[in-house]
């Protein structure tokens, strides 16, 4: 089908297109065969660089901004998913804290559960970032995005990091939440 026809059957298309350039092509020799071809020449479009420190830093905020809030749902699944455990073991832990357990081996005892999550949830998050995440945004991306995808080792550490004071957090609310439960209300559970 002819372009123009094409134009005139939908009016939501735009005839603007952007092509992206492979290192070292001919940007003239490009220009050339599309005039060739029959297209208009625009201008050309001054695109977000890694130069440009003003978008690059937006778009770095934005992404803190997600990533803390992926962070607070993080640690709400958590604290729930412990709160089902403490709810399920609640005899267990009242014979426990019958016996002498303090918040503290409480926390312990929580912060044990989520240690195991974490462990889990650290390499397999760092596995699809890097077999499936990292290589789809990079076909996804625009010339600006020519940055490394895949996380460095300070970032893994970062995220590491972030998943163990998530699971303390996690293990202190909860553990904090069920001491403060009467222990004959535990025992007395079924």
């Excluded at 208009?40 to 890694?50: K, L, Q, Y």
């Excluded at 420190?53 to 699944?77: E, P």
Aim: positive net charge.
């Amino acid at each position: 089908m002819r372009p123009d026809r094409l134009l005139g059957a939908d009016s939501d298309l735009s005839p603007t297109i952007a092509v992206r350039l492979k290192p070292g092509a001919s940007r003239s020799a490009v220009s050339d065969d599309l005039a060739a071809m029959g297209a208009s020449p625009e201008a050309t479009v001054g695109g977000a660089t890694t130069s440009n420190a003003r978008f690059l830093g937006v778009l770095a905020d934005l992404l803190r901004a997600v990533a803390a809030l992926n962070a607070l749902v993080c640690l709400y699944a958590l604290v729930q998913a412990l709160a089902l455990t403490a709810l399920e073991r609640r005899n267990t832990i009242a014979v426990l804290r019958a016996g002498g357990a303090t918040r503290r081996h409480l926390a312990l005892v929580f912060g044990g559960a989520a240690a195991l999550v974490v462990a889990l949830a650290a390499p397999v998050g760092l596995l699809l970032e890097r077999l499936v995440l990292a290589p789809a945004v990079s076909r996804l991306a625009a010339d600006y995005a020519a940055l490394p995808l895949t996380a460095g080792p300070g970032q893994v550490a970062a995220v590491a990091l972030g998943l163990a004071v998530v699971a303390v957090a996690s293990s202190a609310w909860v553990g904090r939440r069920i001491a403060r439960e009467p222990v004959v209300a535990g025992l007395r559970a079924e």
